[in-house]
C-alpha cells in the first residue's frame, strides 16, 4: 500500500509542482522583501510614527502584541500569518487535499483502481504530497526571511530569531494542516472537486470571521473557540510568548482526525 501511494504521489506532485514553485518563489520573494522593508523603516526611525497613527481603540484592542508587531521583528514575521499569504497557502492545501473528488469526478480513479491499489493508499498520496509541498514552502518561507537577515540587515538591529521564525512556520503549518485535513474529508464524500473545496472554504472564511469577531465582541466570544483560527495565534509568539504546544496539538488533531474520516468514507463510498 505504501508503495502505491508514493507511486501515486510521485504523478501527483508532478501535476502540482509549477502552481507550488510560482507559489513558492512569490512567498519567499515577498519573505525577503519584508526584512528590506523593515530595514528602511529602522533607518527612518519609522516603527513610533507607525504605531501613532493606529486608533486608540485598536491598541487597546490589540494589546502589547500591537506593539510588538510595530517593531522590526514585527515587520518581518508579518509574512507568517498576512491574510492574503495565510489564505494562499489554504487554498493550496485545500487544492491538493481535493484531489480525490477530482479523480472521482474525471474517472481517474477507474483507471486507477483497476490495477491492485488500495483505496487507502489514494488518502495516503493526498496527505504526503500536501505534507511535502506545504512543508517545502514553509521551509523555504524560513529560508528567505533568514537569508534577508544575515546578507541584507545591519548588525545594530534587533533581529528575529530564528527559533522566532521556525515558531511562527509551526503555527503557519499547524492551520494549514488543520483545513487540509477537513478539506479531505470533505472530498471523500464529494462527487465533484468545486463542491469539496468551495464547501471547504467557505467554512474556512466562516471560521476565521467568526474568531476574528469572538475577539472583539462579547456575544461572540463564546462560540470563537470553535474556530480552528482560535488556535492560531502569532501575535503571541512575537511578543515572546513561547508556542503554545496545546493549541498545536488541536490543529494537528483536528487536521488528523479530517484525513481518518477521510480514510473511513472513501474506503466505503460507491464509486
Known amino acids: 500500500m505504501i508503495r502505491a501511494a508514493l507511486v501515486l504521489a510521485r504523478h501527483s506532485l508532478t501535476r502540482v509542482r509549477m502552481v507550488a514553485i510560482a507559489m513558492a518563489a512569490v512567498l519567499v520573494g515577498f519573505q525577503f522583501l519584508l526584512t528590506q522593508v523593515a530595514v528602511v523603516l529602522d533607518r527612518n526611525q519609522a516603527f513610533g510614527a507607525l504605531a501613532t497613527m493606529v486608533p486608540d481603540f485598536m491598541r487597546e484592542m490589540a494589546g502589547p502584541s500591537m506593539l510588538a508587531f510595530m517593531s522590526f521583528s514585527g515587520i518581518v514575521a508579518l ?6 499569504v495565510l489564505s494562499s497557502l489554504l487554498g493550496l ?24 491499489v488500495p483505496r487507502a493508499a489514494i488518502i495516503v498520496r493526498t ?42 512556520a509551526l503555527g503557519l503549518g499547524a492551520i494549514v494542516w488543520c483545513w487540509g485535513g477537513l478539506a479531505l474529508a470533505a472530498a471523500s464524500a464529494a462527487r465533484r472537486r468545486a463542491v469539496a473545496a ?5 467554512a ?13 465582541w462579547d456575544p461572540l466570544s463564546r462560540v470563537s473557540p470553535l474556530s480552528p483560527f482560535h488556535y492560531f495565534e502569532p501575535m503571541t509568539v512575537i511578543t515572546g510568548a513561547p508556542l503554545n504546544i496545546t493549541n498545536l496539538a488541536i490543529l494537528f488533531a483536528i487536521g488528523t482526525g479530517g484525513a ?8 466505503q463510498r460507491d464509486l
Not at 509574512?79 to 492574503?84: A, E
Not at 474556512?204 to 472583539?216: M, S, T
Request: net charge negative.
Open 79 to 84: 509574512g507568517f500569518f498576512h491574510p492574503i
Open 93 to 116: 492545501a485545500i487544492a491538493i487535499a481535493t484531489e480525490p473528488a477530482g479523480e472521482v469526478e474525471t474517472r481517474f480513479d477507474d483507471l486507477t483502481l483497476t490495477r491492485p
Open 127 to 168: 496527505v504526503v504530497v500536501m505534507t511535502i509541498v506545504v512543508g517545502a514552502i514553509l521551509t523555504l518561507m524560513t529560508i528567505g526571511s533568514w537569508t534577508g537577515l544575515t546578507c541584507c540587515t545591519p548588525t545594530t538591529v534587533q533581529r528575529p530569531s530564528i527559533g522566532l521564525l521556525r515558531s511562527l
Open 198 to 202: 468551495g464547501m471547504t472554504g467557505i
Open 204 to 216: 474556512a472564511l466562516v471560521a476565521y470571521l467568526v474568531d476574528y469577531l469572538g475577539r472583539v
Open 260 to 267: 481518518i474520516v477521510a480514510h473511513v468514507i472513501f474506503g
